[in-house]
């Protein structure tokens, strides 16, 4: 046997194996209806198809995945740390609150679960919809919510702002070569026909009014690799019953067809790295999704602690209001006394009583703040916020106090500038962008190049069918071979012996002239990738920057409470001065009063000191990116939304 024959036999027995395989798994696939359930975890949702078994995976891909209602009930945790109509909250606690019921990070955390189903469209060869990477950057303290600010608490000072592009919703436009369809395509059509045809050539059919039904069958079924090829099976079988067809030889008789083609692209469109850059961007884009959750998560907690910190400041400063008050009240009464014997004139009690209404004015100025920050808090850390009875009137107590080691050493500052580099989230961010725009760059390189693709098709024909009746013992009728009288069973016989086989092999090659189109596209490309180069460069030098500033403001803030602290007790020891002096004659009502503001405005620079203390402390920790170290927290507890630690036993 010659060499060409003896491959050709070999080929075509193997062609024969994938043929059988195919036709006999399409003949075989039970598309069958399957039993209905409602939805467990939505009972309002219609029906869907489920089956086990071989059934269940076949309809899996066609049926609708269940995404769970959104859950607004508070964590027990809330409930455990209510006595008496009043929360008693530590810092701990407050950040666990957060970590299960704020909805800035609840809404973050779908944002994983959209790029996975980004994930899955680029693996079925889809073009990419963006990822969610917008930060809210949570709620601000009550002191920045009114005109004037209160003697005490924290002082608004600036903080960086962890935020990155929003492409939230946006639909990524397919530059550079085109991605074909990675899931197998199973086609079927069936169609009866009946067709009556006036012949002007008797020859061609021996009657003058030619008619014939026919019925037709096609399956066909495909699959696009990344590699660029392309696979395509599909099989014809056609019927056609002549009724008064006196030329053929057979009548009804039956034609089949089966063929294997494939394609290949040579050029443009070659290769995983070109075919498969969506699925890779895609999964860069997952952990792009997972760092904006850790973002959010850290912006979150860095805004509660601000709010819990300000809201004991406030407590404080309601606190030292409250002793100023005191004393006001018990300077007015002893010059009331004063005033009935006769040894202080009626102008000082008005003059103390006013300087009292001053100080009950504070008071009540002090506290509307701890009440508006409680709301603030309140709302942060649930997710019915003043929806809820129990929670809208409960009194929040903070069991953590202000203290200040002023001995903490502060870190050198290139130390700190290189653990922000390493653990600032937004700055990974952008690294995994400059990669995905290196990928999307090998698609707008591809299309530089020509089309030129390999095709080859293999076909096997059959025919069989009955002697046509009309022309049997007529003369000239040659009866139709033995290989040729039969139905369905024959011709898939003949298919399979490849009796009558088809082959054709070539290429195909499309130049575009001028190429502006891609010329275009990889330019731009390549110069997003630079811009997008120059940010890092950017955020890296803003980086350094904020730490920087961080570490500065740290150490002014710290001296600034140490000077308050002195202050504070410099004024008590001149208090108790000027009122021994009072007493004894030798001072005026006008100096204690003075005395008594002193003292209150040093106690409430000192309480603002420790808050902006605990700010500057938390702003270190955020610009560092340590915010999660620093307080414990882990990301699986964050994204699962329960904190495992228990809760700090209340103190009522």
């Known amino acids: 046997m010659p060499k060409a024959k003896r491959y050709e036999s070999v080929f075509m027995k193997a062609f024969q194996r994938l043929v059988a395989c195919v036709s006999t798994g399409l003949l075989l696939l039970p598309i069958l209806p399957a039993q209905t359930r409602a939805d467990l975890n939505d009972p309002a949702a219609p029906p869907a198809w489920t089956a086990p078994g071989l059934l269940g995976k076949i309809i899996s891909p066609y049926k609708r995945r269940v995404i769970p209602s959104i859950n607004m009930a508070d964590s027990p945790r809330l409930e455990g ?359 999307g760059l090998s698609g707008s390189k591809s299309l530089l190049l020509p089309t030129l693709d390999l095709l080859a098709a293999i076909t096997n024909n059959a025919l069989a069918g009955d002697p046509n009746y009309l022309r049997v013992g007529q003369p000239g009728f040659i009866a139709p071979g033995v290989g040729f009288v039969g139905g369905f069973g024959e011709v898939l016989a003949q298919i399979f012996r490849r009796n009558y086989p088809d082959y054709s092999v070539g290429f195909q090659l499309n130049i575009p002239l001028r190429n502006r189109l891609a010329q275009a596209d990889y330019t731009r490309d390549s110069l997003t990738l630079r811009q997008t180069q120059l940010r890092e460069r950017q955020q890296m030098n803003q980086i350094r920057v904020d730490v920087q500033n961080a570490q500065i403001g740290l150490r002014q803030i710290r001296a600034q409470y140490l000077a308050a602290r002195k202050t504070r007790e410099l004024q008590i020891l001149a208090l108790d001065a000027e009122q021994k002096k009072f007493s004894l004659g030798a001072s005026t009502i006008y100096l204690v009063i003075q005395a008594q503001r002193d003292l209150a405005t040093a106690e409430g620079g000192e309480v603002s000191a420790m808050a902006n203390y605990m700010r500057a402390r938390t702003q270190m920790e955020l610009v560092t990116g340590q915010t999660l170290e620093a307080h414990n927290i882990k990301l699986t507890e964050a994204r699962a939304g329960t904190v495992n630690r228990a809760p700090d036993i209340p103190k009522p």
């Open 81 to 439: 740390l209510i006595r008496a109509g009043k929360i008693y909250l530590s810092l701990q606690d407050a950040i666990a609150l957060a970590l299960e019921n704020n909805i800035d990070i609840e809404v973050a955390r779908y944002g994983p679960l959209i790029a996975d189903a980004d994930l899955l469209r680029a693996k079925a060869g889809g073009g990419l919809r963006g990822v969610q990477t917008n930060i809210s950057q949570g709620p601000t303290s009550v002191e920045s919510q009114v005109s004037t600010g209160p003697t005490g608490g924290a002082a608004t000072t600036s903080t960086t702002s962890l935020t990155s592009a929003n492409t939230s919703g946006t639909v990524i436009p397919q530059i550079g070569s085109p991605i074909p369809s990675f899931d197998p395509l199973f086609t079927a059509s069936a169609n009866w026909l009946h067709k009556s045809n006036p012949e002007n050539n008797l020859a061609s059919a021996g009657v003058s009014n030619y008619s014939y039904d026919s019925k037709n069958v096609n399956v066909g079924l495909g699959e696009t690799w990344a590699t660029g090829t392309t696979a395509s099976y599909s099989y014809n079988y056609q019927t056609f019953n002549s009724a008064n067809n006196l030329v053929n030889s057979l009548g009804p008789y039956n034609q089949g067809a089966m063929t294997v083609a494939l394609s290949q692209h040579l050029l443009q469109g070659f290769g995983r790295a070109v075919n498969g850059r969506n699925i890779r961007i895609a999964r860069i884009n997952r952990k792009v999704s997972d760092l904006v959750f850790e973002q959010q998560v850290i912006v979150t907690v860095s805004a509660v602690v601000n709010l819990y910190w300000d809201l004991v400041s406030f407590n404080e400063d309601l606190r030292v209001k409250r002793q100023s008050l005191a004393l006001a009240e018990k300077l007015y009464e002893d010059n009331k006394k004063q005033v009935e014997v006769g040894t202080l004139a009626k102008i000082e009690v008005a003059r103390a009583e006013a300087e009292m209404a001053s100080r009950e004015q504070d008071v009540t100025v002090s506290e509307t703040n701890v009440l508006q920050q409680e709301a603030v808090l309140k709302n942060a850390l649930t997710r019915s916020g003043a929806a809820t009875a129990a929670v809208y009137s409960a009194r929040i107590v903070p069991t953590d106090s202000l203290q200040i080691n002023v001995d903490d050493p502060i870190r050198p500052l290139p130390e700190l500038m290189d653990t922000a580099l390493e653990n600032r989230p937004e700055l990974k961010q952008t690294k995994l962008s400059i990669e995905t725009s290196r990928i």
